[in-house]
C-alpha cells in the first residue's frame, strides 16, 4: 500500500507563490512517477506536471513551463511543486500521484496513476 499526504496549499493573491509538498509512505517500486495534478469546479483532472524515478526526468504542462517547478527530496520520500506567478485560473484542488513503471507516453495520463492523496486547494484571488 502507498499512501500520498499532500500539504501546503491556500490563500494567495495574483503574482504569489506558494509550494506544495506530497510525501510518501509505504512500498514503492524502483521505477515510477510522480506527478501532480489538479481539478478546477466543473472541469475535469488535468496533467501539471510529474517527475520520474530514478533518473528524475521532469515533464510540465506546456503552458505551465516558466512558472512551475517540480523537484524531489529523496531522503524525505517528498515531491514539491513550486509555483510562482500565480494567477486566478491557477485555483483548483491540486492532488499528487504516483504511476508506477512509467513510460513517456503515460506521464501525461490520469488514467495510469494508481495512488493518489487527498488534495490541497490552492486559491488564487485579489
Known amino acids: 500500500q502507498v499512501l500520498l499526504v499532500e500539504s501546503g496549499g491556500g490563500s494567495v493573491q495574483p503574482g504569489g507563490s506558494l509550494r506544495l509538498s506530497c510525501t510518501v509512505s509505504?512500498?514503492?517500486?524502483?521505477?515510477?512517477?510522480m506527478a501532480w495534478f489538479r481539478q478546477a469546479p466543473g472541469q475535469e483532472r488535468e496533467f501539471v506536471s510529474a517527475?520520474?524515478?530514478?533518473?528524475?526526468?521532469?515533464y510540465y504542462e506546456d503552458s505551465l513551463k516558466g512558472r512551475f517547478t517540480i523537484s524531489r527530496d529523496r531522503s524525505k520520500n517528498t515531491v514539491y511543486l513550486q509555483m510562482n506567478s500565480l494567477r486566478p485560473e491557477d485555483t483548483a484542488v491540486y492532488f499528487c500521484?504516483?504511476?508506477?513503471?512509467?513510460?513517456?507516453?503515460?506521464?501525461?495520463?490520469?488514467?495510469?496513476?494508481?495512488?493518489w492523496g487527498q488534495g490541497t486547494q490552492v486559491t488564487v484571488s485579489s
Open positions: 500521484a504516483r504511476q508506477a513503471n512509467p513510460i513517456v507516453s503515460t506521464i501525461r495520463s490520469r488514467y495510469r496513476y494508481d495512488y
Open positions: 509505504g512500498s514503492i517500486s524502483n521505477s515510477y512517477a
Open positions: 517527475i520520474r524515478y530514478p533518473n528524475g526526468a521532469t
